[in-house]
């Protein structure tokens, strides 16, 4: 290579244009040596840091949400910004925050290391940063790795738990398996759009602008499109569609809540980030790529609700109910080949389906015994009446994940429906019409199990009396995320202003 | 800012009075007032009305941006002579239902009472929106509350109710939305605003097929939610289990919603749509709601599943009435969802009241309670007579005008549903023979000496009262609305009748 190529190479490094990652990674490393540095007793000053750090990069982050590097591509061609990269970043700063002020609450229980869990966390974040802006499959497979790998120490976390560790194994065999499919889809693709004697091959296929003007130019080529399959396959993993959402329920059971949240709100919507960009780049195949996400679509929209129904362990319930979303998010992915408004219904479902999720996820941990792994519905008999908050805070969260007006959960998925009807797509929306109203049953399920007076067998003399259910108090730092999860599901159901300028709606 | 969005909103901002912490007294006033404000204003409007400037038919029309307005989608308020009425039937079956709640022992009666001003504050938006994704957006605002308080505060099989009730609705629901939506993108005006959409219409009319699925879609899906027959099964069993307040405001008002959906929406903008499905509509309704519906009330044991039973029926009334697809049948209609609106929450409440003297649902366990409480007997005589649409109460307009415009159009299922006013006077006077004439039952002598009935309480007659005067005024003084309605009504269906559908206009 010339040395005028390798010095245009290194112009294009504009690392300021990744500052908020390399920040998210420093803060990471600081924690470590934090650990190092301070005495045993101060360790409980670290995961403040961390949180407050956070709030600090986010600050700064908003401050500069309009930065000068939008729609440029910058580091060779690995980094493309977007508007809606820069959203995404965003969003996934919020939800490592909300993580990990559920992590201090969690790990207070666990005769666990305290630090890690929120340097992974953040290193995790920083990786999903640079996914959702990823112009490369090199780019894109070692970021998608970074975040699956921290995710493999995440899950296992309480390792003196044997579902936990199960969890731990589960997520690695079946990550290894997909981002195996992944990386021969992407080996596929790099070859077909690098053998010379097509045309618009290109040396650097990896990168997705030459890819794109490949598949434009070869819509009819097999080996392209046996790739686009298996990278498509590949990415389900992430988002948890058929066909690899069978790991969900056991992962999200034995995880220690917080890491199963974070799996919920980040790593899905870090697929979908994926999911969003790559339906660019395969534009040229676009009927096979309908196609196949609309079965994806289908199927995971029935598994998810349909498999949820009989689900008594919350944390299998809210896994699968996750399922069912990512279903109507994929409809949303294939109506925005189309039209241009449903990436902004996506981001908006992705949105409000973080508040929600967090409420939720918020609430779990509050109502979680020394077992991390069982939460029953039977746990959440009376809260209402004697945790009120924590009652209202969930009731709000549900709601919002089951899509019922006011809240902003039901504005997702109308924005979603109307991207999809107008892409013209009846079939799935009549499907998702049918997963809604099955998911109805569920999720008011949990909200009658907790509002609802409960029937409860007589205690006769000389019976062991039946146990409390577990109830942890609500910290401050805890009880202000939730607030504000709460809060905002109502706020942006009534009002959707400022989200809906920035995403393009209004 | 402007009185209808006032009459939406300070039920809702009184609302979080109730969580606030005040002291009990304090909440209760604030409660009071914001069960009123609605009321208030919704018969200042009615008074206004007729010397209101109007826009596209619309009086007091304004709009606010929420953010969405790209979609075409604005929070649009608006009147017309259709939803007037409505809006003002709204704000004072809530008052009564907010009286009666307040007045009434209730559990935990701040969270109860919170959860009545959501709904109420959804109940006027319903009827005040002219965007139609708001009207629906209020709808299931109103709506949820509904489930939670069925399910905390219902009675017997209050879980199974609760769950049934959800189910039902939220299909009803999800469909109506679809077929909301489908109206949307097939009128080509991409905007939810009503004015905007019975325009474009009026430009190009949409495609004969188009119009038939959606209208089918709508049907259905309106239908669940007003309970039309056979879709009808939780409504009886919901009334039967909800608190009392709920359920007068539930059967009385928020019910309407599917009819008002029909009326102001679908025929307007789906004429033959409507035509293609009105014999359908018109039998289901006939044989199904009023009569099937109809002998099975008679059957009844429990007096509140009766009076479920009794408002499923009249709906029966109402399908038939749009089913006519005529002004005058439209006209009726809405007298009838104004007049049933306050007679169905006038007997849900004496129901409730005659309970807390029986102790008891059970018809036959009851007997000679007039001698205990002669007032509230006269009450339930009369909303008895007001519910067969006796001359004198809002509902005989309501009804004889739907069976004038009937008979052009379905002769024999006419003759039915006049049939259909013997079998109401049979179960409704056997109801009250039942239960304050004849001889006192054992078990009611056993209630009696445990706890001796009075008669009804200022604060239990109160609400009732402002009930029965509403359904006597509009009796003996219809042109208080009918003459709103009627513009509107021609207004609306003469533009859309002459629109022809786009693929007649081609050839």
């Given at each position: 290579m010339s040395t005028e190529l390798l010095q245009q190479a290194a112009a294009s490094n504009q690392w300021v244009a990744i500052g908020p990652e390399l920040m998210v990674g420093c803060l990471a490393l600081f924690l470590l040596l934090l650990e190092i540095v301070l005495?045993?007793?101060?360790?409980?000053m670290i995961p403040s840091i961390a949180i407050a750090g956070l709030l600090g990069i986010i600050a700064g982050f908003i401050m500069n949400y309009h930065t000068s590097f939008i729609g440029e591509t910058t580091f060779n061609g690995l980094l493309k910004h977007t508007g809606t990269g820069q959203f995404l970043r965003l969003f996934f700063l919020l939800a490592a925050t909300g993580v990990s002020v559920l992590g201090v609450v969690a790990l207070k229980r666990q005769a666990m290391p305290k630090v890690e869990f929120f340097a992974i966390t953040l290193v995790v974040t920083a990786a999903m940063m640079l996914l959702a802006q990823s112009n490369n499959f090199v780019m894109l497979f070692v970021a998608l790795e970074t975040i699956t790998v921290g995710f493999y120490i995440l899950v296992s976390y309480?390792?003196?738990n044997p579902l936990s560790l199960e969890a731990g194994l589960k997520y690695l065999i079946m990550g290894a398996l997909s981002s195996g499919i992944l990386l021969f889809g992407i080996a596929l693709l790099y070859g077909a759009g690098g053998s010379p004697g097509l045309t618009a091959s290109s040396a650097d296929s990896m990168n997705f602008d030459n890819l794109r003007v490949f598949l434009y130019a070869n819509p009819d080529n097999i080996v392209a499109a046996v790739g686009i399959v298996l990278v498509l396959a590949g990415v389900a993993f992430k988002i948890g569609s058929v066909p690899f959402q069978i790991w969900i329920p056991d992962v999200y059971q034995g995880a220690p809540t917080p890491v199963s949240a974070f799996l919920a709100i980040a790593s899905k919507a870090a697929g979908f980030a994926v999911m969003l960009t790559l339906v660019t780049v395969f534009d040229g195949h676009q009927k096979l790529v309908i196609g196949v996400l609309s079965v994806m679509a289908i199927a995971t929209i029935l598994f998810g609700n349909l498999a949820a129904l009989t689900q008594h362990n919350v944390k299998r319930l809210i896994g699968l109910s996750g399922v069912s979303h990512a279903g109507y998010l994929l409809i949303g992915v294939i109506a925005a080949i189309h039209v241009p408004f449903a990436v902004g219904a996506i981001c908006f479902y992705l949105f409000a389906y973080l508040l929600g999720s967090l409420a939720v996820f918020g609430v779990m941990t509050h109502v979680s015994g020394d077992d991390d792994a069982e939460q029953d519905l039977d746990h959440y008999v009376d809260l209402a009446k004697t945790h009120p908050f924590l009652g209202a805070v969930l009731g709000v969260g549900l709601g919002s994940l089951a899509g019922i007006p006011p809240l902003a959960g039901f504005m997702g998925k109308l924005l979603v429906f109307l991207a999809a009807f107008e892409a013209g797509l009846y079939g799935l929306l009549a499907v998702a019409i049918i997963g809604v109203v099955l998911s109805i049953y569920y999720y008011f399920g949990w909200i009658k199990a907790a509002f609802f007076p409960q029937w409860r067998p007589p205690v006769f003399e000389g019976d062991d009396p039946i146990p409390d259910p577990p109830r942890q108090p609500v910290g401050m730092a805890a009880g202000i995320v939730l607030a504000t999860c709460a809060l905002a599901s109502v706020f942006l159901g009534f009002y959707q202003g400022p989200l809906g300028a920035w995403l393009g709606l209004s | 800012m402007d009185l209808l969005l006032i009459a939406i909103l300070s039920p809702l901002a009184l609302s979080l009075a109730m969580v606030l912490g005040l002291p009990k007294a304090v909440a209760r006033n604030l409660a009071y007032v914001g069960f009123a404000i609605p009321a208030v204003i919704g018969i200042w409007l009615w008074c206004q009305y007729g010397a209101a400037t109007k826009e596209s038919g619309y009086a007091f029309l304004t709009s606010y941006d929420t953010g969405l307005s790209g979609l075409g989608i604005n929070l649009t308020l608006g009147l017309n002579g259709i939803a007037m009425p409505l809006f003002a039937m709204a704000g004072i079956v809530g008052l009564a239902a907010g009286l009666y709640a307040l007045q009434s022992a209730a559990e935990r009666l701040n969270q109860y009472v919170l959860l009545l001003l959501v709904m109420q504050g959804g109940l006027m938006g319903v009827f005040a929106s002219v965007d139609v994704f708001f009207f629906y957006f209020f709808h299931e605002l109103a709506l949820i509350p509904t489930f939670i308080m069925v399910g905390i505060?219902?009675?017997?099989?209050r879980n199974y109710a609760a769950m049934k009730m959800t189910i039902y609705l939220t299909v009803g629901a999800m469909l109506s939305l679809i077929g909301l939506i489908a109206i949307y993108y097939t009128s080509g005006a991409?905007?939810?605003?009503m004015i905007a959409l019975r325009e474009a219409v009026a430009d190009q009319g949409l495609s004969t097929v188009a119009q038939k699925n959606i209208f089918g879609l709508l049907m259905v899906g309106f239908g669940v939610l007003v309970s039309l027959w056979p879709l009808h099964t939780w409504a009886p069993l919901g009334y039967g289990a909800a608190p009392s307040s709920v359920a007068m405001l539930h059967a009385g008002v928020l019910k309407k919603f599917g009819l008002y959906g029909l009326i102001q929406v679908a025929m307007p903008l789906l004429p033959q749509g409507a035509q293609h499905w009105a014999l359908i509509l018109a039998t289901l309704a006939v044989v199904g709601n009023v009569l099937v519906v109809g002998i099975i009330t008679i059957a009844q044991r429990d007096l509140k599943q009766l009076v479920g039973y009794s408002s499923v029926m009249h709906m029966g009334y109402a399908f038939l009435g749009i089913a006519c697809i005529s002004l005058v049948g439209v006209g009726g209609v809405v007298f009838m969802m104004v007049a049933h609106g306050f007679s169905a929450a006038l007997l849900f409440l004496l129901a409730t009241s005659i309970h807390h003297r029986?102790?008891?649902?059970?018809?036959?366990?009851?007997?000679?309670?007039v001698k205990h409480a002669p007032v509230l007997s006269a009450f339930f005589v009369a909303a008895t007579l007001a519910s067969i649409g006796l001359?004198?109460?809002a509902n005989f307009w309501g009804e004889i005008t739907i069976f004038v415009a009937a008979w052009k159009v379905f002769p024999v299922l006419t003759v039915i549903a006049v049939g259909g006013v013997v079998i109401s006077a049979i179960y409704g006077l056997r109801a009250a023979a039942r239960v304050f004439f004849g001889p006192q039952t054992e078990a009611f002598d056993k209630v009696l000496e445990e706890k001796p009935a009075a008669d009804l309480s200022w604060s239990e007659k109160l609400p009732a009262l402002i009930l029965l005067v509403s359904l006597l005024a509009l009796g003996f003084w219809p042109k208080l609305m009918s003459d709103s309605i009627n513009e509107s009504v021609t207004e609306i269906y003469t533009a859309a009748e002459a629109v022809e559908p786009v693929d007649v206009a081609r050839n």
């Open positions: 005495p045993k007793s101060r360790y409980e309480t390792r003196t | 505060w219902g009675g017997r099989d991409q905007t939810f605003d029986t102790q008891t649902f059970d018809l036959d366990e009851m007997g000679g309670l001359p004198g109460f």
